[in-house]
């Protein structure tokens, strides 16, 4: 039997995919994949002011990036404008939607007046055709937007997925716009017309929207179409404890890949917050699909722990293969100028030090030693390149000379040295480290220098003068 189970995810191009959209996007695809259904990615630009087309790249780009396949889409909401218009003269043929030509200022007006009285501020319901009333009349040259006759009275509920039961009464509720003058629809009409004609059965997204949820639910029962699942999300809060934003550090996905973090990573990180399985803190993509079933999603908000992140992608860095890290390294170096192939050497490089890094970038920063010039501090000169280990270092220069350059050749190399020159390890292999590295600790001197160009390295064991 195939799986009826529609989910999407709807961002505004109004700038990059936010880590929140990111993560509702997440379990949208998840609960889709979950049930064999399908997954719709919808862009809505109704916003034209502020839609670009530069942002929807950079959606679909995070989007890739994630992993987060859509079977349908990019749907975009203006060029459905036609269908919008349909729903509306059916609308307001059926009396579920009316007219409105109160101008802005018509609006102020009422507004103030009911401030003036102590009252909440609504929409009066002026041009709300009712029996027996007498609407006034049509002003000339104003355009009209349409409003949607919400229910006077009675209770709007639902049973949200995230949050549970929640009710809410109509009379709290005023007749929203659903179309501008300028013909474009506003969000909640708009995205009630595309949940229904894109058969979407269950709707991930941040609580901001609880309060839109009530309107969208009349709409839904005004148009005689089937109501979705909701389930709101609660915000991410930055470390702080203040909803995250742009001023508390990064807040877009592609910052974070900038940044050199996995995309495994991400999503297992995202995935945590706000969402549970036991103890689970590690899974694979695979594993989330099995058990994502929309249970244990977490009711308070989350809180961005830029450790942990890094902590997680530390884990995936490990696991991750030698030559696909060549390439993120690779790329990293390329953005500071430094062109290096990302070939069999470069993953060999990844591979001894990826233990060590929480990130591409930081993978990077150590590997960029291999390709441009070091400047080793004064202190470590100072502490490690003594004149004790200066005559070990020029014979050890003339043996890495001559040696096999792999491993094992330098090892024996640095075990004559420091046989003839009756010193131990930890005086010599700190201060070929930062002469040839920049500083005084690496993995394992022999394995680090066979990665080096043979040249590089005779080069930087040059003898220098003392420092004093
Ligand atoms: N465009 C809305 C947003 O980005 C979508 C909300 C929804 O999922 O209904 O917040």
Not at 147 to 166: C, M, Q
Request: hydrophobic fraction near 40%.
């Amino acid at each position: 039997m195939t799986s009826t189970v529609r989910t999407r995810i709807a961002p505004s191009p109004t700038g990059f995919l936010h880590l929140g959209t990111a993560r509702t996007a997440l379990y949208s695809w998840a609960f889709a994949r979950h049930h064999g259904g399908q997954f719709v990615l919808r862009i809505e630009d109704t916003d034209v002011a502020r839609s670009t087309q530069d942002s929807v790249d950079q959606i679909l780009a995070a989007m890739r990036w994630l992993g987060l396949d859509c079977d349908e889409g990019p749907i975009y909401q203006m060029q459905r404008l036609e269908r919008y218009h349909a729903v509306i003269e059916q609308m307001l043929a059926a009396g579920t939607a009316y007219r409105c030509y109160a101008t802005p200022d018509d609006l102020d007006a009422m507004r103030e007046a009911q401030r003036e009285r102590g009252e909440k501020t609504h929409y009066d319901g002026r041009w709300r055709p009712a029996p027996g009333k007498a609407l006034p009349p049509v002003p000339e040259g104003v355009k009209p937007v349409v409003r949607f006759a919400n229910p006077p009275d009675g209770l709007v509920s639902w049973d949200d997925l995230v949050k549970g039961p929640i009710t809410i009464s109509n009379e709290e509720i005023d007749d929203l716009i659903i179309l501008r003058p300028d013909g474009v629809p506003t969000y909640n009409f708009a995205v009630v017309v595309d949940d229904w004609d894109m058969a979407i059965t269950h709707v991930f997204r941040g609580d901001e929207h609880i309060n839109n949820t009530p309107w969208q639910i009349n709409i839904f029962r005004a148009l005689g179409a089937p109501l979705p699942r909701f389930g709101h999300c609660p915000i991410i809060l930055g470390d702080d404890g203040q909803k995250l934003s742009k001023r508390r550090g990064a807040v877009s996905v592609t910052a974070y890949e900038d940044a050199g973090y996995l995309p495994e990573a991400m999503l297992n990180y995202l995935a945590r917050l706000g969402w549970s399985h036991g103890d689970d803190e590690l899974f694979t993509r695979g594993q989330m699909v099995a058990w994502f079933d929309g249970s244990h999603l977490a009711k308070s908000p989350a809180q961005w722990d830029p450790a942990k992140l890094a902590w997680v992608n530390a884990q995936y860095l490990k696991q991750a293969d030698d030559a696909r890290l060549a390439g993120l390294v690779a790329a990293q170096l390329a953005t500071r100028g430094l062109l290096v192939a990302a070939d069999a050497r470069m993953a060999a490089r990844c591979g001894l030090f990826k233990d060590r890094c929480n990130t591409t970038v930081e993978l990077a920063d150590w590997l960029a030693m291999y390709d441009a010039p070091v400047t080793p501090e004064a202190a470590d000169l100072a502490t490690h390149v003594t004149d004790a280990v200066q005559p070990a270092l020029s014979a050890l220069r003339d043996r890495l000379a001559t040696c096999a350059w792999d491993k094992a050749g330098i090892q024996l190399a640095m075990k004559e040295t420091l046989a003839e020159h009756g010193l131990k390890m930890p005086q010599l292999a700190p201060a070929v480290r930062v002469l040839v590295c920049g500083r005084a600790q690496t993995p394992s001197v022999d394995a680090v220098l066979s990665l080096f160009e043979r040249s590089t390295v005779l080069e930087r064991l040059q003898p220098r003068s003392p420092v004093l």
